[in-house]
């Protein structure tokens, strides 16, 4: 296993990162267990959750994937400093969750310490805020007029965050947290974190973790440029968009207890004409060159220039494997040649 410095925490975390968010509806505890086991004996040592969790979200399964890894954590409490654990803050919108409403200082307090009892842990080595209380061009609102930046009220922004970053810096103080990132946020995001932790003498932004796979490459290179220059960890999520970039959704195929057979939510935007062409270009390249076309998506993802920790999931053990064996690849000129191709002819399929 090869590990990358995250941002300028002084913390190394393998290359992957094991995602968790089936854990508690497509997953169980014992699978969860078999998965954090396989993955530490595979040295991974950094694994990502959040209180919104399980996923698809809902009320009834709110909580449960951290409930989950504690059950683990309080059965190995010996191992608590075998991996880097990660969690998130909800923000606004869903109204189960704090009546929907924005992420302040009082949430992050409360909600640091919920997040610490479901983990039955007596500290969080990254705490993320899951989506800005500003609407961010993610979930397929980054093609031009699907957002009116000039609407937006900067000075009550920038307000809301350093309220956040009082509320984190105090959680650090406390030794509940050790560090903090973004996620599903912007360059401005960043640098105004940034701008802000420096005037006020807080905590640091250390990472952010967006979307980012051969399907959906759109902070390639300006948001990635931004993290290696002031020393952010660039994580992305859903590297197989999905699980799409398998293949097992072309044509309309919606294999029984996949994601886009129960997950409509987050099969739909990504679910369009351009994307199916887009995977099957995919895949004949994948076949070509004799891999798997996770083991091709998986494998590019973790050669972009920039990026510090790839988020992988999985709901069985067959297929956490093989992406765990994409990161042992390295993929030559031609390949990669064959994947540029692709992506001059489907640069944003969705």
């Keep these: 296993m090869k590990y990358s410095k995250l941002g300028s925490s002084g913390l190394s975390v393998s290359r992957i990162c094991l995602g968790t968010m089936t854990w508690g509806t497509q997953n169980s505890q014992q699978d969860a267990n078999e998965q954090i086991e396989y993955a530490l004996s595979q040295g991974i040592n950094f694994m990502d959750t959040a209180e919104m969790y399980a996923v698809p979200p809902t009320a009834e399964t709110y909580g449960s994937t951290e409930t989950i890894i504690g059950h683990w954590i309080a059965a190995n409490p010996s191992r608590r400093d075998e991996f880097i654990l990660t969690t998130k803050i909800a923000g606004n919108g869903l109204k189960y969750i704090r009546q929907g409403g924005d992420i302040t200082g009082e949430s992050i307090i409360s909600s640091v310490d919920a997040s610490l009892k479901r983990l039955q842990t007596d500290y969080i080595d990254l705490y993320q805020l899951h989506w800005p209380n500003r609407t961010s061009p993610h979930f397929a609102k980054h093609h031009p007029g699907k957002l009116k ?179 042992e690849l390295s993929l ?17 399929p969705f």
């Design 149 to 327: 930046f000039t609407d937006v009220d900067i000075t009550a922004q920038s307000a809301q965050m350093l309220e956040i970053l009082q509320a984190l810096d105090e959680c650090v103080k406390a030794g509940k947290i050790r560090h903090f990132g973004l996620s599903d946020d912007t360059p401005w995001g960043i640098n105004e974190y940034i701008r802000l932790s420096e005037k006020h003498n807080l905590v640091r932004v250390t990472s952010i973790q967006n979307e980012f796979s051969l399907l959906h490459s759109k902070d390639w290179p300006y948001l990635i440029e931004n993290c290696v220059n002031a020393d952010i960890a660039y994580l992305p999520w859903s590297p197989l968009a999905g699980g799409a970039l398998t293949g097992k959704y072309i044509d309309g195929l919606r294999p029984s207890g996949s994601r886009w057979s129960t997950l409509q939510r987050n099969g739909l935007f990504r679910d369009t004409a351009q994307t199916n062409a887009a995977i099957k270009a995919y895949v004949e390249v994948a076949e070509k060159h004799g891999l798997t076309p996770a083991q091709l998506a998986l494998a590019w993802c973790n050669q972009v220039d920039g990026v510090t920790s790839t988020i992988i999931g999985a709901t069985s053990m067959d297929q956490l494997r093989e992406d765990i064996s994409a990161f």
């Design 332 to 348: 030559g000129e031609s390949v990669l040649e064959d994947i540029a191709s692709v992506q001059q002819q489907y640069p944003m």
